[in-house]
């Protein structure tokens, strides 16, 4: 299997991405204070899914370094994470992020959030319609994007179906996990002109 190397691509611009509601754009350092807003108010609501993230942003200080860690990842071409606003007011709504796998061929693998206030807009269908446009786009080139939700996460699911990706199949295992996989579900969105590695479907196991 042929691996690319990340480090010997040139990152993607550091620019702003548009759709008609939305300014998605990487953070820069005085996002600090928003971006810790948000994670701290919707704290117990975000760590089933963002662990990692709630854990590491407990304080402002926290937050401005995890934005430096970000920038580093964007330009070694680890971790694209992606600050959400709503263009007409500046107010920050969410993250959105997509990590990808340099393998060949290559595919990606994304997560968001919103704040609870910013549900039920549509805002996540804009912005997920967004980075599958990014991951497909010169800065990944991805064949196929990946998004896991939690098996009970049905607004999740509405939008990932919405955007044009699909669930896949899942099979018994032979020997179960501590955590069981079927509490979580996988959907996948496969390029149109990707390999058939990355267009066929998988059967996970559960």
């Known amino acids: 299997m042929q691996v690319v190397d990340p480090m010997h691509i040139a990152p993607p611009a550091w620019a702003p991405v548009l759709t008609t509601r939305l300014t998605i754009r990487p953070y820069e350092a005085t996002d600090a204070g928003a971006f810790f807003q948000l994670i701290n108010e919707n704290r117990a609501r975000l760590q089933p899914a963002f662990p990692a993230r709630v854990a590491a942003v407990r304080t402002l200080a926290d937050a401005r370094r995890v934005i430096m860690l970000f920038q580093q990842d964007w330009q070694a071409r680890r971790l694209f994470v992606f600050g959400i606003w709503l263009t007409a007011t500046g107010e920050y709504l969410g993250d959105i992020s997509l990590k990808p796998t340099w393998s060949q061929p290559t595919t990606?693998?994304?997560?968001?959030?919103?704040?609870?206030?910013?549900?039920?807009?549509?805002?996540?269908r804009e912005a997920l319609a967004a980075a599958v446009q990014f991951g497909f786009g010169a800065a990944i080139n991805a064949s196929r994007l990946d998004i896991r939700c939690h098996a009970?996460?049905?607004?999740?699911?509405?939008?990932?179906?919405?955007?044009?990706?699909?669930?896949?199949?899942?099979?018994?295992?032979?020997?179960?996990l501590r955590q069981p996989e079927s509490e979580i579900r996988h959907f996948a969105y496969a390029r149109t002109d990707a390999p058939d590695f990355a267009q066929k479907d998988y059967l996970l196991s559960a």
Do not use: I, K, M
């Open 108 to 124: 990606a693998e994304l997560g968001y959030y919103l704040a609870a206030t910013a549900q039920g807009h549509g805002y996540a």
């Open 152 to 176: 009970d996460n049905r607004r999740s699911h509405a939008v990932a179906n919405h955007v044009g990706f699909r669930p896949l199949p899942t099979r018994p295992r032979l020997w179960p």
